[in-house]
């Protein structure tokens, strides 16, 4: 049996954690394979909403197994929060979750130093959600961090008072410690909670279900524009937001990669700092933000919006080698009497295809014009509905990426999602 893989391929908040909520009926086994809690997978039932920030997003479906890997880093504070959330909805999350051993832990010392780093860096700043996640990574990476397996051990606070001591060094650097007791007084409360759930060895857990022939769905976080190696860097997140992070991140081979399912908006999105090629800082790009209220569901802030840029999203489907393409949100584009797409970059004064390795070169989209639909998409149960303008609009984008669109999203909620017939 084979793990498909479910990941963003723009700058993050596609609307991953709705697609993974749809799919996950067709799934026992759904597993997040990278990132902390600034991922913010909002998930719609009815009148209801739910932000999910570290727990998969098939927790919500019964019968679904749920595992946070290897590759995640957690925060306990939010984990509990979150999971206390969940079970006042009336979901048993401790018995449709388990969490690998391996995967890393978020200290408060951690929030400290992400937001001392962003200070420091001034006008030059990432834009980081500080929830202390590069902080927490760049222990992994240097041989120094504590993980979730820890939490059991007889020498875990020993562990733990050893690489506080090492960050308050450094937060010593920045300047005058805030005192953080009471924070960690509430995260050791936490990692208590913590051990009530079921502490695995991830990626033995995983390749027995697939030996078992239980399907598994990686789920994953940010977008590959925010990869560290192929992202916008150095303006990406701290992990692998490409599909080889679902190997890396959940202890799979690639040979039992199956489906690679990509996450696109109808239009581009992006928070905080980095390259936006076709960013609209006019009207145009307001009437989106309005329409398609992008405000970030983890922290608030508004996002920077744009055309569709194909020449980004081919390049992430090629490092991806998606299979099959989900389009989000292209009702937020139904007002619109003209739509645009970018096939193109100037850069430098010369046409290309090709996404530039300077994340300070001067880049001009060539734009290509579509009439708009001028119609409620919202209310569309079925392919036949969508209106001819529309689908010339897909035609083209699957035409350009050389992948066909096998799921339309036309709202936040499950049945406002149209599955295409193969």
Not at 96 to 110: G, N, T, V
Not at 376 to 386: A, H
Request: net charge negative; aromatic share 10%.
């Amino acid at each position: 049996m084979n793990l498909d893989v479910v990941l963003g391929l723009q700058w993050g908040d596609e609307g991953k954690g709705k697609i993974v909520d749809v799919l996950a009926d067709t799934y026992p086994v759904i597993a997040r394979f990278q990132g902390g809690p600034n991922a913010g997978h909002s998930l719609h039932f009815g009148d209801t909403k739910f932000v999910l920030h570290s727990v998969p997003a098939g927790v919500f479906r019964k019968g679904t197994m749920n595992v946070i890997g290897n590759g995640v880093v957690l925060d306990p504070i939010i984990f509990k929060k979150e999971c206390e959330s969940i079970e006042a909805l009336g979901v048993p999350v401790k018995e449709r979750l388990e969490i690998a051993k391996r995967a890393h832990l978020i200290l408060p010392s951690h929030i400290l130093l992400d937001a001392a780093n962003e200070a420091a860096l001034g006008k030059s700043k990432i834009g980081s959600t500080l929830k202390g996640i590069g902080p927490a990574y760049s222990d992994k990476t240097g041989r120094n961090g504590l993980r979730i397996g820890d939490i059991v051990e007889s020498d875990f606070k020993a562990k733990y008072d050893i690489l506080k001591e090492k960050h308050l060094k450094l937060l010593k650097s920045y300047g005058p410690v805030e005192d953080f007791s009471e924070k960690e007084a509430e995260w050791m409360d936490a990692v208590e909670y913590l051990k009530q759930f079921r502490i695995v060895d991830g990626e033995y857990e995983l390749n027995q279900f697939l030996d078992r022939n239980k399907k598994i769905l990686a789920e994953g976080a940010q977008g590959s524009m925010l990869d560290v190696d192929f992202g916008s860097y150095p303006f990406v997140t701290s992990s692998s937001t490409a599909c080889a992070g679902a190997c890396t991140g959940l202890g799979i081979s690639p040979k039992r990669i199956g489906k690679v399912i990509g996450i696109f908006k109808a239009y581009c999105t992006r928070v905080g700092s980095g390259p936006f090629p076709t960013e609209l800082s006019d009207e145009t790009g307001e009437q989106i933000r309005r329409n398609g209220f992008e405000y970030g569901a983890t922290t608030g802030r508004p996002r920077r919006t744009g055309w569709l840029d194909l020449v980004a999203l081919k390049y992430a489907i090629m490092i991806d080698g998606v299979t099959e393409l989900v389009m989000m949100k292209a009702d937020v584009l139904d007002t619109f009497d003209k739509v645009k797409v970018a096939v193109k970059y100037l850069v430098n004064g010369e046409e290309t295809d090709v996404v530039p390795f300077d994340v300070n070169a001067e880049v001009t989209p060539v734009y290509k014009e579509f009439k708009g639909w001028k119609r409620d998409l919202t209310k569309c149960r079925r392919e036949e509905e969508l209106p001819y303008e529309f689908m010339m609009y897909v035609k083209f984008i699957e035409s350009y990426t050389g992948v066909p669109i096998t799921i339309f999203s036309l709202g936040p909620d499950r049945e406002q999602t149209i599955i295409r017939e193969e």
